[in-house]
């Protein structure tokens, strides 16, 4: 496999977008010579002051003591419910994942305020799959840095799968001319009523000493299982000057999303810091039966000392019930691949 230089992606107006894209930069961003990824820019104020806020805060969670981490730990849940670190296995060592903690969360909250999890009905169905219908598990808001990180947190998500729906209807007319029997408007209506969408907050820990690091040691290559997933640009901080030291800018240019395109080319992709990226998931080539193709990719970490990267993902994928191919609904085809990863 061949690595190609930093490639810039589509980038289009959320004005734009929300008016509809032309087929031609549609192609351009998701057809057979593409990268499978697109960036929105123009973004609300909102999400900027939301997005510094989150990606802060993530620093500080990540250093709670160790007994306030197990609580906010589900085994239950395959770890897919609150804090996780250490429960993946790197694909290149077959060793636990150290390099990066991570905190996930349900976001039934974007179609009803009141859910922590999916509805009551979808619960009862799926009992053997908690790593979807376990609810979520917050930090305490005593902690300095973490009064407002649930409300905050939430607001960001839901501004992201605001956009994500967007993206999904235009989506939507690009695949419905490449495959007939594409069900009209899927991938908008699971974005805006699924109850199983999932937000991943992720901080790559800093390093202590300047050391070599193989790719596959920060987020292997791997193909995401939703959808369509929504990519916050990453926030770096300096730690060794406190746990909500920004800095302007990555200090570590191999640092970042690298994806392997339509020509098998490793790619490496930057996100402006005002801007959101959209990609594409498995569940989407299942649904579409390999038509609209997911994008595989890894993150690196950097190995410049003190320095954390945090970052925020929002999975966008159909509730449990729902049917991906002739075989499997939703719940079988993500409980096949997590069991894989785990």
């Known amino acids: 496999m061949t690595q190609k230089e930093t490639q810039n992606p589509v980038v289009v107006s959320l004005s734009d977008l929300e008016s509809g894209i032309d087929h031609k930069t549609l192609s351009e961003a998701f ?20 997005r510094l806020r989150v990606l802060k805060a993530i620093s500080i969670l990540a250093t709670l003591p160790a007994e306030e981490l197990e609580k906010l730990e589900s085994e239950e849940s395959m770890w897919l419910t609150g804090w996780s670190c250490g429960k993946e296995i790197l694909a290149n060592s077959g060793t636990p994942d150290f390099n ?32 979807y ?7 305490s808001k005593d902690f300095e840095g973490l009064e407002n990180f649930q409300q905050d947190t939430k607001e960001l998500v839901n501004l992201i799968i605001d956009v994500a729906q967007s993206v999904a209807s235009n ?61 916050t640009s990453a926030l770096f901080l300096d730690e060794s000057a406190g746990l909500t030291s920004a800095l ?15 020509h098998n080319e490793v790619v490496k992709v930057n996100i402006p810091p005002e801007c959101l990226a959209f ?17 595989p990719h890894y993150v690196k970490g950097t190995s410049i000392p003190n320095i954390a990267r945090n970052t925020l993902a929002v999975f966008c994928q159909p509730d449990l019930n729902e049917l991906v191919n002739e075989t499997e609904n939703f719940a079988q085809y993500a409980d096949r691949i997590l069991k894989a990863n785990h």
């Open 31 to 50: 057809g057979p010579d593409s990268l499978g990824i697109i960036v929105i820019k123009d973004l609300p104020q909102k999400f900027h002051e939301l």
């Open 248 to 262: 302007d800018k990555s200090p570590d240019a191999s640092s970042g999303l690298y994806i392997r395109d339509r």
């Open 279 to 295: 990609q594409t998931g498995s569940t989407l080539q299942e649904v579409s039966r390999g038509k609209f193709k997911a994008v």
């Open 171 to 231: 989506c939507d007319k690009f695949i419905s001319k490449i495959y007939s029997n594409y069900e009209k408007n899927y991938l908008e209506r699971v974005v805006k009523e699924s109850t199983c969408t999932k937000a991943r907050l992720l901080h790559y820990f800093p390093v202590k000493s300047q050391t070599s690091t193989s790719d596959d040691d920060w987020c292997g290559e791997h193909l995401d299982h939703s959808c369509l997933t929504g990519l």
């Open 133 to 139: 219908t376990t609810p979520n598990l917050w930090p």
């Open 100 to 131: 990066k903690g991570s905190y996930y969360v349900n976001c039934a909250f974007h179609k009803d305020a009141s859910l922590e999890g999916p509805s009551e009905e979808l619960t009862k169905e799926f009992t053997e799959y908690k790593a």
